[in-house]
């Protein structure tokens, strides 16, 4: 199922509702197994009041799901002993060849999606915003477009076209409209 993920042995913390670590499993368990686990989201913005945009990726068709489907700019899994905001900063130049400045946790919440392959994402999301810097690389294995767009069209686009998003990114967005 995760056969093509070379993270799939990562430690990732498993934790309560309340965001509690409880214990660590493969991110392969946690997939399998429907685990409760941490992870972050970020969204890269750039620009300032009506020119302000921000960056989405949209994944890469043979990833593990959600193939070719539009999300935020980064997201994964601190793994066992990092902290959020160091995983996000590792995360960032791995996946798009870039890092961020004044990056920082604007919320988070839990969900769970089920997959037609039989994984399920079942994630305590930490939602992080930050500024670009430098213009971003992309992983292919990652990543298979990026897109800059502003506000509005943002808003438009998840009212009339959620279909194009992962399941955990209309939450994320959403949340990240509110304070842009």
Request: glycine share 8%; aromatic share 6%; net charge negative.
């Amino acid at each position: 199922m995760m056969e093509n993920d070379p993270a799939r042995d990562d430690k990732l913390v498993l934790v309560d509702g309340l965001d509690r670590t409880v214990g660590y499993a493969t991110k392969e368990r946690a997939h399998t197994q429907g685990l409760l686990h941490r992870a972050f989201s970020v969204l890269l913005v750039r620009g300032d009041g009506a020119d302000r945009q921000v960056l989405l990726a949209q994944r890469a068709r043979q990833k593990y799901h959600s193939g070719g489907l539009w999300a935020n700019s980064c997201c994964s899994h601190p793994r066992q002993g990092e902290e959020v905001l160091e995983a996000a900063q590792r995360r960032l130049p791995e996946e798009l060849g870039i890092c961020a400045k004044d990056l920082r946790d604007i919320g988070s919440f839990a969900y769970r999606a089920s997959f037609d392959n039989g994984l399920t994402e079942y994630e305590y999301d930490h939602v992080l915003i930050g500024t670009c810097e430098g213009e971003p690389c992309p992983e292919a294995s990652e990543v298979e477009a990026l897109r800059w767009v502003g506000t509005d069209e943002l808003a438009r686009m998840l009212c009339e076209e959620p279909e194009l998003f992962s399941a955990w990114a209309p939450m994320v967005l959403s949340l990240a409209l509110q304070v842009l």
